[in-house]
């Protein structure tokens, strides 16, 4: 399995599984009206966009966990990298909604 051990497969799956993640979370907790970009760009009005961001990486902490107990480095190096896009995109947003 040391094809899996690709700092670009840790990546994608860090970018990916949050993604699932979002559309899973809300499918089984939403049952309004809105569709899911409707009800995304709600709770970036309403400063719930961040918290979203920030419950939803947290599965990258199993995989990272799982990249760790293999020993694939340099895919947990993908993930690592991962997580602090959306980190960013916390901070983005978070810092964004202050001046609105």
């Known amino acids: 399995m040391e094809k899996v051990n690709k700092f670009y497969i840790g990546f994608v799956a ?4 949050p993604l699932v993640f979002v559309y899973v979370f809300v499918g089984l907790r939403y049952h309004g009206e ?3 970009w409707q009800l995304l760009v709600r709770l970036y009005e309403l400063r719930g966009l961040t918290a979203l961001i920030a419950v ?10 799982f990249f760790l107990n293999k020993e694939y ?3 947990g190096k993908g993930i690592i990298a991962a ?10 947003f978070y810092f964004s909604n202050l001046t609105t």
Do not use: D
Request: net charge negative; no cysteine.
């Open 34 to 36: 809105l569709n899911l």
């Open 73 to 75: 480095w340099e895919g």
């Open 83 to 92: 997580v602090l896009v959306y980190a960013a995109l916390v901070l983005l």
């Open 14 to 17: 860090g970018v990916v599984i």
């Open 56 to 65: 939803a990486a947290l599965p990258n902490l199993i995989l990272f966990y």
